[in-house]
């Protein structure tokens, strides 16, 4: 079975500063997609970046980036110049790849890390 | 549509009152998920459908939960006689391609429905 950890309940940043949040996970699998989601406050989760496993290179997404060690099982997110509209839920999540290399479908998520952004 | 909604937003039951919750995903989004997110958590899965086909409910906790898909579209999330365990956010998401298919295809969250039972 996949577990996803994420072992910072809340951080906080001053904003433009940047800020790393950690996630770790563990599975037997060698094909699999890795995600960081965005839940704002009573608003709905929104993909942030994805990583797929088998490609070396580290996403980016404008500020956000990735820095994604498959040997550690270690999957981070690096928010740069952050806003406040960054205050958030973030959750990572591992999704295994189909039997034809595709989406596997079931999103398997950590508890999540409540990030800050103070003006 | 737009985007994934979900109805009610907010629900409050008495224990061993019966609910559903529904979801409208994206029109012509072919799987639809569903996930609960307790307090405090992560969303877990909890089933999933293809078009009209349940082809996986092992995330469902009790018997007391049931989902239907009729036509493929909008679906229900059925709870019967409801605990206070199964206070939470269901989340409902939809996406583009069949699960098992060749490509990658982004799940849309709807907003969920908060449900609270006294």
């Known amino acids: 079975a996949q577990t996803v950890t994420q072992s910072q309940p809340e951080m906080s940043v001053q904003e433009a500063e940047t800020v790393t949040l950690s996630c770790t996970y563990d599975?037997?699998?060698?094909?699999?997609?890795l995600f960081w989601y965005k839940q704002p406050p009573s608003r709905q989760m929104i993909l942030v970046i994805r990583q797929e496993a088998y490609k070396q290179q580290n996403a980016t997404e404008n500020r956000f980036s990735v820095n994604f060690q498959k040997a550690a099982k270690s999957f981070s997110l690096k928010i740069s110049d952050s806003q406040l509209g960054d205050t958030a839920m973030y959750f990572c999540?591992?999704?295994?790849?189909?039997?034809?290399?595709?989406?596997?479908?079931?999103?398997?998520f950590g508890k999540g890390t409540k990030l800050s952004v103070k003006p | 549509g737009a985007g994934v909604s979900q109805s009610p937003r907010y629900k409050v039951a008495k224990r061993g009152q019966d609910v559903a919750l529904r979801c409208d995903p994206i029109?012509?989004?072919?799987?639809l998920f569903w996930y609960q997110q307790a307090l405090g958590q992560g969303p877990e899965f909890l089933t999933y459908f293809q078009n009209e086909a349940q082809l996986d409910k092992s995330g469902l906790p009790s018997d007391r939960f049931f989902a239907e898909r009729p036509e493929g579209s909008v679906s229900t999330l059925k709870i019967q006689r409801t605990q206070q365990e199964d206070s939470a956010v269901y989340l409902c998401?939809?996406?583009?391609?069949?699960?098992?298919?060749?490509?990658?295809?982004?799940?849309?969250f709807g907003p969920g429905t908060r449900l609270t039972v006294l």
């Open positions: 029109s012509g989004h072919v799987s």
């Open positions: 998401a939809s996406s583009l391609s069949f699960r098992d298919s060749f490509s990658y295809n982004e799940q849309f």
């Open positions: 599975t037997s699998e060698n094909n699999y997609y």
């Open positions: 999540a591992f999704m295994k790849h189909g039997d034809y290399g595709g989406s596997q479908g079931n999103l398997i």
